[in-house]
C-alpha cells in the first residue's frame, strides 16, 4: 500500500491521515469543503485532496477508506460507484454496520470490496482540527467480515488498525457488532443525554456538583446530526438495551423502596466484581 | 484552632488529617482498628490517637470532626456524648444530613453545636491507606447550618473547607443539599450499578469498550455499606430523581420507537447546551 484514499476529512478521517502519512504512505482525500483540504495539507495531514469527486481521481486509488456519517457514505457509494476502481478494497469507520454495511457490499458486487471496521475512540469536538494521531493509541478496533470478504480484504482492515495505533484487534459479525455497541456505546449516550435533560436547574447544580456527574455526562455533549442518525439505524438493538437497562433501575428503585438492604448490597456486589474487568490495563 | 480531634480514619479522615496537620495543627485521632493509628502515627498523619473511647481524651477537644458513615456517627453520639466537652464544635463529612443532622443536633442540645458540611469528592477505594492531602483540591464544598447554628459553628465549617483547599463553599439547607445530592451523586451512583449488572456478558465485552461505558461505570466500584445506608437515608428525594430520569429516557426511547429526528435532535441539543456548564474551569 503505497497511496490510499480518505473520503471524509473530519475527526476520524484527519486523525486516520495523521497516522497514515507518519507511516510513509502518501495520503489523498476527498471532503466537502475546500478549506479542510487547505489546512490537511498546510499540516502535512495529506499529500493533496479535492472539494469535488473527479472519476480519474477516484480511479486511481487501490485501497479506499470512508470516514463519512453512515447514510452519507451510502449516498456516496450510490452516486459514485461507476468511479471506484475494479478490484479496490475499501474500510469504513462507522459506528453501526448492519443495513448500511450490507448495502454497501451489494452495490460494489462483482467491482470493489468493501470491509467494515470500527475504530473505538473518539472526541466529544468534531473537525479536523481537532484531529489526533494518538486519538487511537490503545483503543479496541473491530472488523466486520462477511461471506463477502476476502483474506485480502480483512488483511487491509487489519493494516489500518496497526497504523493507528489501535491495541485490541477483534473480528465480529455484523450482527455483533451493533447488539454490543447498542449496549456500550448507544446506550451509554442516551443514559447521560436523559440525565443532563432531567433536571431543569442545570445552572444551580453547577455549584455543587462532584466528579461522579461530570463523568456520566461527558458525552452529554453531542453531535446531533450523527448520533441522531447511529440511533435510528440501530434502532431495534438500542431499543432492547434501553429496556433491559430500565428494567434493573426499576429493580434497584424497587428494593431501596422496600429497604431491602441485602438485595440493594448485593446489587452492587456484583457491579464492583464486574467493574474490575474493565479498569485500563 | 490548635488542635482538633477526627473519629473515623478512613479514606476521608485520612485525607483530612493530612490537610490539618500540613495547617500546622495538632490531629489527633479515634479509630476502630489499632492498625489505623499506628500507620497514621507512622506516617505523621496525626500526632497521637486510640481505638478506644475515653471520656478524658474526647473532653480535651473544643473541635471535633466526624468521618464516620451517618449511622455509626449517630450512635456514636449516642453512646458518647457525655464525655464531649460543653461548648465544643463538631463538623462531618456526611454525604447525606437530613434526619440524622437533626438527630444530633437534638442529642447535643444545650451542650455543643454540631454544624454539617460534605466535601464533594472521594475515591473508589477506602481506608487510610488510600487517603490524599490533595483529595478535595478543586472540591465543591457545602455546609447546611440549620437555626441551631452560631456564626462560630459557621465559620468552624468554612475554616475546615479552607484548610482541604476546596475550591467553591456553597450554604445550602439540610433538606436542599439532600435534593440535590439525590441528583447528582445518588442517581449517578445507581445509574452506574444498574448499567453494570444490566449486561451479563461483561467479560466478552471488555474486548470492545470504548471511553464511554469506563467513564459511565467508574463509580460502579461501590462501598455497598456505606452506599446503601446513603441510599436509604436519602429514600425519598432519591425515588424522586430515578423517577424524572426514567421518564426522561424513556421519553428518548419513544422517539427513537417513532423515527422523530427531530424530537432526538431537539433532546441531544439541550444536553449539549447545558454540559457546557459542567466544564471544569
Known amino acids: 500500500m503505497n497511496k490510499v484514499l480518505i473520503v471524509g476529512l473530519g475527526l476520524i478521517g484527519g486523525s486516520y491521515a495523521r497516522c ?9 482525500a476527498i471532503t466537502k469543503n475546500e478549506d479542510d483540504i487547505i489546512y490537511a495539507k498546510e499540516n ?7 472539494a469535488y469527486v473527479s472519476k480519474d481521481f477516484v480511479n486511481s486509488f487501490d485501497r479506499i477508506i470512508f470516514c463519512l456519517y453512515p447514510k452519507t457514505m451510502l449516498e456516496w457509494v450510490k452516486e459514485y460507484k461507476d468511479y471506484i476502481k475494479d478490484g479496490a478494497i475499501i474500510t469504513d469507520v462507522s459506528g453501526v454496520k448492519g443495513e448500511i454495511l450490507y448495502q ?20 466529544e469536538k468534531p473537525g479536523i482540527k481537532e484531529s489526533d494521531e494518538s486519538l487511537f ?4 478496533f473491530i472488523i466486520t467480515p462477511t461471506k ?7 488483511e487491509f482492515a487489519r493494516t489500518i488498525g496497526k497504523i493507528i495505533s489501535s491495541k485490541q484487534q477483534t473480528i465480529l459479525t455484523p450482527e455483533k457488532h451493533d447488539e454490543m455497541i447498542a449496549f456500550l456505546s448507544q446506550l451509554t449516550h442516551a443514559i447521560a443525554i436523559s440525565l443532563m435533560t432531567s433536571n431543569d436547574d442545570y445552572e444551580n ?11 456520566l455526562t461527558r458525552i452529554a455533549n453531542i453531535d446531533e446530526n450523527l448520533w441522531s442518525e447511529l440511533f435510528l439505524l440501530n434502532k431495534k438493538e438500542l431499543i432492547e438495551s434501553i429496556d433491559k437497562f430500565i428494567k434493573e433501575l426499576n429493580n434497584l428503585r424497587n428494593n431501596i423502596v422496600n429497604d ?22
Chains 1, 2 share one sequence.
Request: charged content about 30%.
Open 44 to 50: 502535512n495531514i495529506i499529500k493533496d485532496g479535492y
Open 148 to 154: 463477502n470478504n476476502t483474506k485480502e480484504g480483512i
Open 137 to 140: 493509541l490503545n483503543a479496541n
Open 20 to 28: 497514515l502519512t507518519k507511516a510513509n504512505i502518501d495520503v489523498y
Open 205 to 215: 447544580l453547577v455549584l455543587y456538583t462532584g466528579d461522579s456527574f461530570r463523568d
Open 104 to 123: 454497501i457490499q451489494d452495490l460494489l458486487k462483482n467491482k470493489a470490496e468493501f470491509i467494515g471496521s470500527h475504530p473505538m475512540a473518539g472526541k
Open 260 to 281: 431491602d438492604v441485602e438485595k440493594i448490597k448485593n446489587q452492587m456486589k456484583t457491579s464492583t466484581y464486574r467493574r474490575k474487568f474493565f479498569n485500563k490495563k
